[in-house]
């Protein structure tokens, strides 16, 4: 299926929910969306339009947090394309809903993503340490910008 | 022949640790028990508990995680124990020197002089690690007489 | 002079030694009441190693190198799935063809010794401690072949964004075709005796069963997924190196019980072997080297079929000379959770097959406790869950008579 066959099914589906859609080359498409609607965003990607859950990835920026929800179109001729939808989140109080009610496999990497990059997942079924140490200290977010634990953490047992 | 059968006379149990690795070395240790390389010729035992072990031999970069629980082994092994460094994560964390969830190298978590053999590599090849585990089971026994030499001595006397 | 003959006492082979750290509950701590698994919680960050901010202080070409020592089984799928996705980044790469059959040929490869491996672990959970010398026995010719051709038994250090770092030396082809054929003759041996053995039918079949539905929810991948009827394999969906230019199918099959697992294995193993004698003989000449000079601000997705499934890198450039964000993400990242859906109601005499048939790194499956669901009481580790399985196995030989 073609990445524009796939584009219109997206805005068909999402309507302005989903906005900025298009194709940077044949199988890679990239999305906004505010991250009021990243709930219902990820619900329909995964569970109507059944595209497989594939992974988020989180990034500190300069002026604010983004988070990606990666999916893969699977259930159609190959070759099948990538959906990438981007929210950008507060840059002090990086908050996002957890969309783990639409989309269960995304439990482990908010958990993640939370543990290293201090985003906060609200209503996450299990928000425990998943990587760290647990002498690890919890306002240490290792994956934002420069070297966070230098200074906070004692490297040595 | 006569040497190495004389300073093997002791089947030592050894036991295996994996502290933040990416399981090469494991795999490669694991395959010095298969038929091809068949550490057991040389008397060496792998064994499940580290209570009876009269070698530890430790891969990995010591993650905080993990290294803790290396020191605890170490302390829980009875004395003396041989220790056994396997690739270049245990010898000095290979590639992942400085990286935040890393603590100190293996040999600073375990006493001073506590690492008795060093097996560079990524990972060593199993030749290498037979190679270093015979040098370290040499120092298990007293350092055994060539067959004949104690008589060439008296006769040299 | 009185014989001097040592007594060399008898080493004991021993079942394995697969208990790294044993002596506290670890990865998979399984609840328990009586014989039932009734809960099970999952402990990583035993190998968590910082890589994805490692790499933003590496180059990009020197990230290839970073990103082998993930996992060391599948030492090859981080790396091509990151030069992929660098090269997606810089957009209009032409990697020449010549190295995209070198890397479909590495990363088959991979595949093959990946799941040698695998049916050597299964067999010594089983207590059929002869599969487990055999496969990894028969693992050594190609670990061989990659030490020949590549370098290295194991992080082969073959991958580069815009192709792939040294070239093959044909001459040997000819010996890896015949060491394959042997490989093919063994893999054959063992398909028969999965299919045809009524202790491992009984072992196996019924076992761990994962439904399509709930490999759909918890996202699973590679063989977990495709063993429920999910044909869904990167190599197909989304074709990499030279996968649309050779004749191989992927391998499905419904039941997702650990049997089908194991099956599944086995025959991907076979298309692995059809892949690799098919880059041999139709390996084109030319560049191996696209020479990128550059990578461009943007992003980039790269993804790849290891072994166990699909590995995901992404990556973010401001068009200097690292990355400013990798994300990576394995496999085994999504397929270690579905191990509530399909150990949970199940026996511990299975507990540590049905664990392995997710096919995770191996040091991980042993590190298991079992704990008492009403008083958290520390029962028994992962050895003696290994024993209870391997016992099993006699029991039902007995019952069937054999």
Not at chain 3, 254 to 281: H, P, T, W
Request: a negative charge; aromatic letters at 6%.
């Amino acid at each position: 299926m073609s990445s524009e066959q796939v584009i219109d099914r997206l805005k068909n589906a999402l309507g302005d929910k989903l906005k900025g859609t298009f194709a940077q080359t044949a199988l890679r498409i990239y999305a906004e969306a505010d991250p009021a609607d990243i709930v219902e965003v990820t619900r329909v990607i995964h569970n109507d339009l059944g595209a497989r859950f594939v992974i988020a990835s989180g990034m500190e920026m300069e002026t604010d947090f983004e988070v990606l929800y990666h999916f893969a179109f699977e259930n159609m001729p190959p070759p099948c394309p990538l959906v990438t939808v981007r929210v950008h989140l507060d840059h002090e109080k990086p908050l996002v809903d957890s969309i783990t009610s639409g989309v269960p496999a995304a439990a482990w990497i908010e958990r993640e993503m939370h543990e290293l990059l201090g985003i906060e997942f609200k209503n996450h079924p299990n928000m425990k340490p998943l990587l760290l140490a647990e002498d690890w200290p919890k306002d240490v977010h290792p994956l934002r910008r420069g070297r966070p634990w230098e200074g906070k953490v004692d490297r040595k047992i | 022949m006569g040497v190495t059968v004389k300073a093997l006379m002791k089947s030592p149990w050894v036991f295996h640790v994996s502290a933040g690795s990416c399981n090469n070395c494991d795999i490669e240790i694991l395959d010095c028990l298969c038929p091809r390389f068949d550490i057991e010729r040389f008397g060496a035992v792998l064994i499940g508990s580290v209570r009876h072990a009269d070698a530890l031999i430790i891969t990995g970069a010591m993650n905080r995680k993990s290294a803790l629980r290396v020191r605890q082994l170490y302390d829980q092994a009875a004395k003396p124990c041989l220790v056994i460094a396997i690739g270049a994560c245990a010898l000095g964390q290979g590639v992942f020197r400085d990286s935040y969830p890393m603590v100190q190298p293996l040999d600073e978590v375990l006493p001073p002089g506590a690492v008795t053999v060093y097996v560079p590599g990524c990972p060593p090849k199993p030749e290498a690690m037979i190679a270093g585990v015979v040098k370290a089971l040499a120092q298990l026994q007293p350092a055994a007489k060539p067959e004949g030499a104690e008589k060439e001595a008296a006769d040299v006397q | 002079m009185s014989s001097t003959k040592p007594e060399v006492t008898k080493s004991i082979v021993p079942i394995g030694p697969f208990h790294p750290l044993q002596e506290e509950p670890e990865l998979f701590r399984l609840h328990v009441d009586g014989e039932t698994v009734v809960d099970v919680d999952v402990d990583i960050g035993w190998n968590h190693r910082g890589i994805e901010k490692l790499a933003e202080d590496r180059t990009w070409d020197q990230v290839t190198f970073l990103v082998e020592r993930i996992c060391g089984i599948c030492s090859n799928s981080h790396p091509l799935a990151y030069v992929q996705a660098v090269e997606d980044c810089a957009g209009g790469v032409e990697v020449p063809e010549r190295a995209l059959y070198i890397r479909t040929f590495v990363a088959e490869l991979e595949r093959l010794h990946s799941h040698l491996l695998w049916v050597g672990l299964a067999g010594h959970f089983l207590g059929y401690n002869t599969v487990f010398m055999w496969g990894w026995k028969y693992r050594e010719p190609v670990l061989d072949i990659f030490e020949e051709l590549t370098g290295n038994r194991n992080h082969y250090a073959m991958m580069k964004p815009g192709g792939v770092r040294r070239d093959f030396d044909e001459s040997l082809f000819p010996s890896v075709h015949k060491r394959l054929d042997e490989v093919w003759k063994q893999l054959e041996l063992i398909a028969g005796a999965v299919t045809d053995d009524p202790v491992l039918h009984a072992r196996l079949k019924g076992i761990g069963v994962f439904s399509k539905e709930d490999a759909v929810r918890y996202g699973a991948l590679g063989p977990t997924s495709r063993a429920s009827g999910i044909p869904a394999d990167i190599r197909h969906e989304d074709p990499y190196a030279a996968y649309d230019r050779l004749d191989w199918k992927v391998i499905t099959t419904q039941n997702g019980d650990v049997y089908d697992k194991a099956i599944l294995r086995v025959l991907e193993s076979f298309e692995s072997i059809k892949i690799l004698r098919q880059c041999m003989d139709n390996m084109p000449k030319g560049e191996i080297d696209a020479k990128m000079k550059e990578v461009p601000p943007g992003e980039g997705i790269g993804h790849a079929e290891a072994p166990r499934g699909e590995t995901f890198h992404y990556v973010r450039s401001d068009g200097t000379n690292s990355p400013i964000r990798h994300k990576v993400r394995a496999p085994t990242f999504m397929n270690l959770p579905t191990c509530k859906a399909t150990v949970v109601g199940e026996s511990i005499t299975d507990a540590t097959i049905i664990l392995a048939a997710i096919d995770p790194c191996y040091c991980c499956t042993e590190r298991l406790a079992v704990v008492d669901a009403d008083s958290k009481k520390a029962l028994m580790t992962g050895k003696d869950l290994v024993r209870l399985s391997q016992e099993k196995t006699s029991r039902v030989r007995k019952e069937l008579g054999l």
